[in-house]
Structures are given as structure tokens and as C-alpha cells.
């Protein structure tokens, strides 16, 4: 697969890597032994990135069951979503036996709001860690990941970074009006997640195509599954650009999603009731949102009444929420629910 340059890092990496949120049997709902399928998979074909993160549960272990025999293959982001010092240097050693490696490529500041900037970056913060770390030769480049790209602006423009991660695809565009155009600026290396948003975009040829069109180094890519690997790498390769009018039909394709959709990155997981929310309330609440009990096929009121038995053990505690990068009314979604199965 082809390399290209990520930014100042100065690292070659393919430009299609793996996400790690489906490489935890918790929040990717599968087993090891698939998992392990997946990363030599993608080795195999020749990718050369993954990323992973303190917060994807077990992705970090099973990352590090299998590159403990082909490390040199493979460059290794991981990330932590503590803030303070002494909680990520923390983060860092444990990030390290996990993934049984004395040194991780690219550690990142994980999934930062508008809220916690001022702690991360001041006296004690998670940045001072970061910087250690980095003059004790644990990690080489320090990175940073959010969903809000204002901050991300802001953060790129004190230099502390070497890498930025951005969801951006067809629907979500907001990186197109100053993040790019920034980090291309400073030479940082640019790093997209949610390419199909969360598995909701279908059209895996014009999206990758619709990557080429814009200054993006490296797309990053989560998948359950040999096949879903295989028909990722199908597009994977692709250098077509997005003609003009081929962008248009793709917008009008995507257009009936909305914004207001879950992208299972599964940042709401684990329930303490062991709902998977990403599936049992956000998907098959898109399926049949807006419609009556009565006109539904039977597919469909079976999958719903099946599932009853999950909703009605949420405590409504609310905790789903306040994790989701989205805001997704959660709680709302299941009564809402629940008044069309509960029969």
C-alpha cells in the first residue's frame, strides 16, 4: 500500500490505517480470535498504521498480543483521556504493558472539550506529562484528538502537536473551513476518523474518492470483521478525485441522515447495565423513527420487542449522555422506544 508523510512526524505511513474501537471485544461487540484476524489481516495487506486508546476497554491488549511478534511492522498511536499529569504518565506505563512495547509511536490527548483546555495545558496538566514522557524516549510525537474542531484550531496553534485527529467525512465538514488549511500550515500530521460516520455513510468508494480532494494524510478506519476489511480495501488505494457533480449525488445520498445520527464510536460504552447503546437504542432508533407500531414490517417489531428486555433495565442514569461526543438524547431515544414496542 502506499505511503505517504505524516506531517512533521516525518513517520511513513499507509494512508488508509485501522481504528481500534473494534479491536476491544467490548466496544467492538466481537472476539479475540476475530480480532486477531483483523490486525494481521491488515498487516498482511501492508498497513502500517493502528490506533487504539486507554478508553477502548481490552483494544489495547489484544493489539499487543499480536504486534509482540511483528512491532517493527507497524506504528502505534494509542491515547488518554485523563487530564492531569501524574493520571496520564499513569496512563502511558499501563498503555505500554498493554501493548508490550518499551516505546509507543504517537500518544494523544484523547477526545478534548472546550471545558478542559485550561486544565490540560496549565500547571500539572495532562501536556506537562505528555512532554515528559517524550524526553524519557516513551513516546516519540504527542497528538491530539476532538470532535470540536475550534478547539482543535486553538491547540494547533500553540505547536505543542505533532498530529490532529478530526472526524470528517461527507456529512460532517466543519475541518474544510480553517483545520485543514492550519495544519497543512504548521506541518501537522492530519489523521481522519468517522470516514463513513460511524458505519452510516454506505457509499465506501465515493467516500474515500471524496478524501482525495483535500490536504488529508492518513484516513483511519474501524472494521468488525474479515469481510468488512476486505471491502474496505477494495477503495482503499483509490487516487480518483470526487468530481463536482459525482460530490453533489453524494451529498443528495447522504442528505436523509441528518446530523443527529450515532456514529458508533461507542464513547458512551460500557452501560452499567450492559445495553449496548450504540445498537440497541441509536441504530434501531433510526430505523424506525417516525413511525407507528402498526406499520412496521414484522421484521422490525420482532427486533423491537426482542430488545425490550435490555431497555427496560436502564436506570436512565444518564452517564451515556454526558460520555457522547454527539449529545445524542439517549434516554429520550428509549422511551421513545419503549412506547412503540411496549405492548
Known sequence: MKKVRLGRTGLEVTRW???????????????????????????????????????????????????KSRRKECVIASKSYRRTRDEVLAD??????Q?????????????????????????DG??????QAKEQGLIDFIGITSHHV??????LKTDAFDTVMFPFNVIEREPEQELLALAREKDIGTIVMKPLAGGAVRNIKDSFKFFNNYPVDLILNGVSSMAELQENLKHAETEELLTEGELRAFEKEVAVLGKDFCRRCSYCMPCPN????????HVFYQMVRGCRYEDLPEEKKKMGEALLIWLQVCEEC?????????????????????EIFNR
Open 17 to 67: 490505517g485501522l481504528g481500534g474501537i473494534q479491536l476491544s471485544t467490548v466496544m467492538g461487540g466481537t472476539t479475540e480470535e476475530v480480532i486477531a484476524q483483523l490486525i494481521n489481516g491488515a498487516l498482511d495487506y501492508g498497513i502500517n498504521f493502528i490506533d487504539t486508546s486507554r478508553v477502548y476497554m481490552d483494544s489495547e491488549t489484544n493489539l499487543g498480543d499480536v504486534l
Open 92 to 97: 502511558i506505563e499501563e498503555s505500554l504493558t
Open 99 to 123: 501493548l508490550q512495547t518499551d516505546k509507543i509511536d504517537i500518544y494523544q490527548v484523547h477526545a478534548l472539550y472546550p471545558h478542559e483546555v485550561a486544565q490540560v495545558t496549565g500547571k
Open 126 to 131: 495532562a501536556l506537562e506529562a505528555f512532554r
Open 150 to 155: 475550534s478547539v482543535l484550531v486553538d491547540m
Open 274 to 281: 450492559d445495553i449496548h447503546i450504540p445498537d440497541m437504542i
Open 318 to 338: 444518564g452517564k451515556c449522555e454526558e460520555k457522547c461526543p454527539y449529545t445524542l438524547p439517549t434516554v429520550k431515544r428509549k422511551r421513545e422506544l419503549m
